[in-house]
């Protein structure tokens, strides 16, 4: 039926373009939008010489192979030329019968050069992991590419195969068995390769202008950042983090030689229970290519390549690992302090030269590894203590750390303003998703607010649905080019000076010449968020902002508060004044309250500045004197707070302004 469909389509193509026929000799009919989706191990008997469509894994690709599809053949007695005999390539050459001009039996010879090849390829499917049943090992099925199929796709990739359920008679089989058995196989007909779903040719004119529309959006960053993992509470920083790694910068060949990468590499650090495993989770559900391991389950060769002998050919072949399945991607290493030290040196050349270099077995090349590495580690002992050293905290050398663009160090403070926000998110979110609840249900009032997946810090952000957002993605990464200007350049030196000069009296995170490129990277990731074809200053001081960050937040808590006033000018010249004045305010009655839950009075009257300046809990709220927050919000280059007071973010917050007392009332209820 198939072969039917392929002659017709020519027939029509040749009456619409006589001379498509000298392009191409054949056309190939494919077929896609299968309904029924089938399971590897579902397929029986009743599948045989069916169209079916299966899911799967690729794990194994052999070499292109030509394959017999019109013989002829030459009759060794008389010469005479027989054929063409089509081969139906059920694994049986078809011989003619006898000579019909000598009417002799053979023997018969291959007329090499009048003879049509095809190409051949064979490929191993495996179920995919979420489909394999709990206790039970992966199964896998051989897949037969013909013609223009072959190199479709290659070992790791996750595809949908269209195709014939067939089987062919082995005789190795039946020796082994000792009865009649037959191995199947799926000649392929049509290839779709999940990754390709939301990659940029399948884009339609209309995917296109809404991705358009939203890039004219004046606060689309914020959204963005605001879209990155949705269902988990806060951790902005985080989610900042990994929506420029998924952007990237641009790739640069300085001279034809020096190859500068544009990915960018992202650690995440920090106590247990922050999301961290989950946040690398989001990332392999949204990043159109990601491979996904753990510090302990992966070895120096998982991560880059491995040489082993193949059971048919009997040769030596290269197998790559992580880093080399995730080219052109993402590669999520989660329990990355539980690497052992001999593992994580093997994986330096490819974080930052981005290729792995294999001298083993005779072979000896380098194989690429463009990804991106987003990395998740704990803390020695568990929890990050911020009176101790970034290096006491976390055991990984400089040579590791120095090659992380952004480092975020996720600690779990106990706040009850916060920790309430977050227990009532995580209830609400518990409510909401729950299988069995109708979605028409009303809400109580309790959960009134929470159930939101914005914070209540930021009411007016809207989020972008998850497949706009993957596909704005992809066509950012596929056609922005973002370019630096010159003009740009002194401050990005200045900020590198002031950074090497506190790193060597400081005991935080490395700084070397990798940081500039750092800056520079996420400069230009953020310019790709927007879809501008240059560099802007303000994406300049949001990338130097996110490089403070991960300076100030890996230093001592004693000397992180001098350094936030120190470069100041640099981490909120781009952020909303408000949100930076909601964070002071949360901080000083943050320290309120721990000094009233000591019951030490005299000491909340000294850290709040005198008894003039703060009031302690009563009937649970707390009052903040004005003057206060004035003092601190004058430290930042802010004057005037009057439109900060009548702000969203002021009141959803849960706070107050008392004009006649000139103090600020938080509610904790």
């Known amino acids: 039926m198939l072969a039917m469909f392929d002659e017709v389509a020519k027939q029509e193509a040749l009456k619409l ?39 799967g894994v690729v794990t194994r690709r052999t070499g292109v192979f030509p394959q017999l599809r019109e013989v002829m053949y030459d009759c060794s007695k008389c010469g005479f030329v027989v054929g063409p005999i089509y081969q139906n390539g059920a694994g049986e050459e078809l011989r003619p019968g006898s000579c019909p001009d000598c009417q002799s039996k053979g023997p018969w010879k291959v007329n090499t050069e009048r003879t049509v090849y095809r190409n051949f390829q064979r490929m191993t499917l495996q179920e995919s992991p979420g489909n394999v049943p709990a206790g039970r090992l992966p199964r896998s099925k051989e897949i037969i590419m013909l013609n223009d199929l072959i190199d ?100 640069k060949i300085v001279k034809g030689k020096t190859r500068l990468r544009g990915d960018i590499n992202l650690l995440l650090l920090g106590d247990p229970g922050v999301a961290k495993s989950q946040f690398l989770k989001y990332v392999e559900k949204t990043a159109s290519r990601a491979v996904y391991t753990t510090g302990k389950g992966a070895s120096a060769v998982g991560l880059t390549a491995a040489v082993h002998k193949d059971h048919i050919t009997k040769e030596w072949v290269l197998e790559g690992g992580a880093l080399v399945l995730a080219d052109r991607g993402v590669c999520l290493i989660d329990e990355f302090d539980k690497m052992n030290d001999q593992d994580r040196v093997s994986i330096h050349e490819a974080m930052e030269q981005q290729s792995i270099s294999i001298s083993k077995a005779g072979i000896v090349t380098s194989l690429q590894a463009r990804c991106s590495v987003m990395a998740a580690a704990n803390p020695v002992g568990g929890r990050y203590d911020s009176s101790r050293t970034f290096s006491d905290n976390v055991e990984l050398t400089d040579p590791i750390l120095s090659r992380f663009d952004i480092m975020c160090v996720v600690k779990d403070i106990v706040d009850p303003v916060l920790d309430e926000r977050l227990a009532k998110f995580i209830v609400g979110s ?44 992809a066509y950012a990464k596929r056609f922005v080019r973002p370019k630096l200007s010159s003009g740009d350049l002194p401050k990005i030196s200045q900020v590198y000076a002031e950074l090497r000069r506190e790193s060597v009296t400081r005991e935080g995170m490395p700084v070397a010449v990798r940081h500039v490129e750092s800056i520079i990277r996420m400069s230009e990731a953020r310019a790709s968020m927007r879809l501008s074809e240059h560099v802007s200053s303000e994406d300049i001081d949001a990338a130097i902002a996110v490089m403070l960050q991960s300076f100030i937040g890996t230093q001592k808590l004693s000397v992180q508060k001098a350094l936030g006033k120190k470069f100041a000018r640099y981490t909120h010249f781009h952020r909303d004044y408000d949100q930076l004045l909601l964070n002071i305010l949360r901080d000083i009655v943050r320290e309120m309250n721990y000094w009233d839950s000591v019951g030490a009075g005299t000491a909340n009257n000294t850290a709040s500045g005198g008894g003039a300046n703060s009031e302690s809990q009563q009937g649970g709220t707390t009052t903040v004197r004005c003057k206060l927050l004035e003092d601190k919000a004058r430290e930042y280059g802010v004057e005037d707070l009057t439109r900060f007071y009548g702000s969203p973010a002021f009141a959803s917050a849960r706070f107050t302004h008392d004009a006649e007392r000139n103090v600020i009332v938080h509610s904790m209820v």
């Open 152 to 251: 479709g796709a290659k070992p790791g990739d996750q595809v949908v195969v269209t195709g014939i359920y067939a089987n062919n008679y082995e005789h190795s089989l039946n020796m082994r068995n000792g009865f009649p058995v037959f191995s199947t196989h799926v000649e392929a007909n049509h290839l779709l390769k999940k990754s390709d779903l939301y990659s940029t040719h399948t884009l339609t004119d209309e995917d296109k202008e809404e991705i358009r529309r939203l890039s004219r959006d004046p606060r689309v960053c914020q959204r963005i950042v605001k879209s990155m993992a949705p269902s988990i509470h806060g951790h902005d920083d985080i989610k900042a983090g990994i929506a420029l790694a998924l952007f990237g910068g641009q790739e």
């Open 430 to 473: 518990h409510f909401k998703s729950h299988p069995d609840r109708d979605p028409d249900e009303p809400l109580g009032d309790v959960f009134k607010g929470s159930l939101t997946d914005v914070p209540d810090d930021s009411p007016d952000v809207e989020l972008i649905p998850q497949d706009l957002l993957r596909k704005y993605i």
């Open 17 to 55: 373009y006589p001379s498509y026929g000298d392009i191409h000799g054949r056309i190939f009919t494919r077929i896609t939008g299968l309904p029924i989706m089938d399971q590897i191990r579902d397929i029986r008997q009743a599948h045989l010489n069916c169209l079916i469509k299966i899911e």
